[in-house]
């Protein structure tokens, strides 16, 4: 069926295998070599091209395009390549070149299936929209979508055009704009598949779209309506007021050109609809922005990629029932692992198995994936589950007796191997195991609130601690999908060290007289997620409270006499409704302010207080370099993404400067201000 020169250089393909059947179907296999996932890179592109060299000179009948890999259709455009693209001309030849490729897979004589076997993410949806027709394989984990505006910008081979031609403006910019995926069931609700097939007939179902023909399926007729050009103003305005409360243009510059290029040209595929898409995505790769939030991806990349020999975990038992400690439980149960959660009586787990329950309810959707998570989640208060846990986690309130005679207790009930694991977020791990007989097997285990939102778990070594057990953490951080960041043992760790000051300083803004709002606005508008006062409420005042206390001689600043004095009256922040604000419905009570209108004084207080605690973690050695740091403060608090990290904004402004301004603050507000001995080491 294919021509016969054709075919010989067919052979020296790498990454793609074409094979015909007896029915005149071509069966093209994508298979990147040296590889665990299918990523369109330079190489696997061109060899694309080559692969469509073959069919159109071919008398072939329908195509279907598959991956070689089990897990997934294609994870998207190689992430390593991005650094190469050292300017707007190389950037929009490259996606260009990418457009006329999937435009020839497009223009095909003959119908093409793409069959999506698990993800099919960025440039490997927008190669299966190329496609005459999409087969989901079922699953219940969502793996489709176009996150390109998490690295900073948006599809740039064709995908702002296609999507919107198929499911419509309403649904495209909801995935386009947020970056999210969704799973083939709702893809298919979606008009983005046109069926779903089980992994065992997913060939006869290839074959049955194929039947079909050359006919693609359109966007509903109101989505149509508003591409209209006398409508497109109004709706453009819409999206942009709801992306610039969580996006400001400022910071994330993509999402605005996406909401651009849709006004300007519509629903129409047009030549010049393809080129304004290459030309926006070439202005986007190169800014601050997208750099840094490719960095960001790197570091993600690198944590990800920690691994040890240690043991697959099966068992957890947790010892606390709180906030924390349910939330880490329900957690490990929803990531597949038999968990058994402990506390004093029944009633104090209850609280956190309905609010397990939640979260199961949210994530999944399919009646018997719920059972079996709400199944492997038991309550235990007498701690049966000790004696067979492959790590035994205790989550109770921070207080060093307590903790110490909770490790007597359950240390000689340890089974060979398992690891005793202390989610202190103060704490040194050396004053926890004076009381082990074996204080090896003892790490730390920080996770962060809310537990299913922050990815981060510092893990946590004492000089004592075996190198087995930290091996063993981070596999168990990996097991459940969290980033494990390994920490050497001191107060604070890494996170919450670094945040010391930056909250303390904005309390003493506060007693300088300077609004809450004020003083969190400043923050968000820098990108923060949240301001440091609202961060102190939604902690806890009683937490940060005792964490202050713990790291006051650490940072050398004394403990705010305000926080003392509202847990004093049991305003505890949000958890109970009265903090240093009032909370209705779980929302802090505050005058609007106007975005960017914060204080750039107030600003520059929080956040170089942040940036010299920071130093001085990485000169202490806390982790192990200066990305390490910054990963840590990425992951474990939402730190401004689009700015590449604390250290590395402190690079970008100029450390000569950055201290420039901490000395002059010091002279204007003492020695807290007085820059670190670490600034020496970034600089070197």
């Known amino acids: 069926m294919l021509h016969s020169s054709l075919a010989n250089v067919l052979l ?11 029915d005149g179907i071509g069966w093209l296999c994508f298979d990147r070599q040296d590889a665990g996932a299918n990523t369109l890179s330079a190489e696997t592109m061109a060899e694309l091209g080559a692969c469509l060299d073959a069919l159109e000179a071919s008398a072939l009948k329908g195509l279907v395009i598959y991956s070689g890999k089990s897990r997934g259709f294609i994870a998207g455009a190689d992430i390593n390549e991005f650094p190469a693209l050292d300017s707007e001309a190389r950037a929009y030849a490259v996606v260009r070149q990418g457009q006329d490729i999937l435009a020839r897979l497009e223009a095909l004589p003959f119908p093409s299936v793409a069959v999506l076997n698990g993800f099919a993410l960025g440039g490997g949806l927008e190669l299966a929209l190329a496609c005459t027709r999409r087969l989901a394989i079922a699953g219940s984990e969502p793996v489709y979508g176009l996150p390109e505006v998490l690295l900073g910008v948006h599809p740039g081979f064709g995908g702002t055009v296609r999507l919107t031609q198929l499911i419509g403006v309403r649904k495209a910019m909801d995935l386009m704009l947020t970056g999210r995926s969704i799973r083939p069931v709702q893809a298919w609700k979606y008009g983005l598949v046109d069926a779903v097939a089980t992994e065992e007939k997913w060939r006869s179902g290839a074959t049955h779209l194929l039947a079909e023909g050359l006919e693609r399926a359109r966007a509903p007729w109101l989505d149509r309506l508003l591409g209209l050009a006398l409508l497109r103003p109004r709706l453009a305005r819409k999206l942009r007021d709801k992306v610039s409360k969580k996006a400001p243009v400022e910071h994330y510059p993509a999402p ?13 595929a047009t030549p010049a609809a393809y080129n304004a898409e290459a030309e926006s995505f070439a202005r986007l790769v190169m800014t601050p922005t997208s750099r840094n939030l490719v960095r960001v991806f790197f570091l993600q990349e690198r944590l990800k990629k920690l691994v040890s020999n240690a043991e697959p975990v099966k068992r957890v038992h947790v010892v606390g029932a709180g906030v924390m400690g349910g939330d880490i439980a329900a957690w490990c149960a929803l990531r597949g692992i038999e968990v058994s959660l402990q506390d004093r009586e029944l009633k104090y787990i209850e609280p956190a198995l309905e609010r397990a329950r939640k979260l199961f309810e949210r994530k999944l959707r399919q009646p018997d994936a719920l059972d079996a998570a709400t199944s492997r989640l038991t309550a235990d208060p007498e701690g049966r589950g000790i004696a067979t846990a492959d790590v035994v986690i205790e989550a109770i309130f921070e207080d060093l007796a307590a903790k110490r005679e909770l490790f007597a207790r359950v240390e000689p009930q340890l089974k060979a191997g398992a690891i005793l694991a202390t989610n202190t977020s103060s704490i040194r791990l050396e004053d926890l195991s004076t009381c082990l007989q074996e204080p090896g097997r003892l790490i730390g285990l920080h996770f962060f609130n809310p537990v299913a939102k922050l990815p981060l778990v510092e893990v946590v070594a004492a000089p004592a601690s075996s190198a087995a057990s930290v091996d063993a953490g981070i596999a168990f951080a990996r097991r459940i999908a969290k980033l494990p960041l390994p920490c050497r043992s001191h107060p604070g760790f890494l996170v919450n060290r670094i945040l010391a000051p930056y909250i303390a300083e904005a309390l003493e803004l506060l007693r300088e007289g300077v609004p809450a709002a004020e003083i969190d606005l ?6 923060m997620p949240m301001g440091p006062i609202e ?5 806890g005042l009683d937490v940060s409270a005792h964490v202050a206390r713990i790291l006051a001689p650490v940072i050398g600043r004394e403990v705010a006499p305000e926080i003392e004095e509202l847990v004093r009256q049991k305003h505890l922040g949000l958890k109970t409704g009265q903090g240093f604000y009032t909370y209705r419905e779980r929302k802090p009570v505050r005058p609007a302010l106007a975005p960017g209108s914060s204080d750039s004084a107030v600003q520059e ?11 001085s973690c990485l000169q202490e050695a806390i982790v192990a370099d200066a990305d390490l740091v910054d990963a840590g403060v990425i992951f474990g608090t939402g730190f401004a993404p689009f700015r590449g990290g604390p250290l590395h904004y402190a690079r970008a402004t100029g450390i000569d400067a950055v201290v420039d301004r901490l000395e002059a603050l010091a002279i204007q507000h003492g020695s807290r201000f007085r820059p670190s001995p670490g600034w020496k080491l970034l600089a070197n």
């Open 535 to 539: 961060l102190a409420d939604s902690v």
């Open 12 to 22: 020296t393909l790498v990454h793609w295998r074409l094979e015909s059947d007896a």
């Open 256 to 268: 605005h050109a996406l909401i651009a290029l849709w006004e300007k040209n519509g629903n129409l």
């Open 522 to 527: 400043a923050a968000t508008d820098f990108g």
């Open 605 to 615: 207080r929080l956040i170089l207080a942040l940036l010299n605690e920071a130093v």
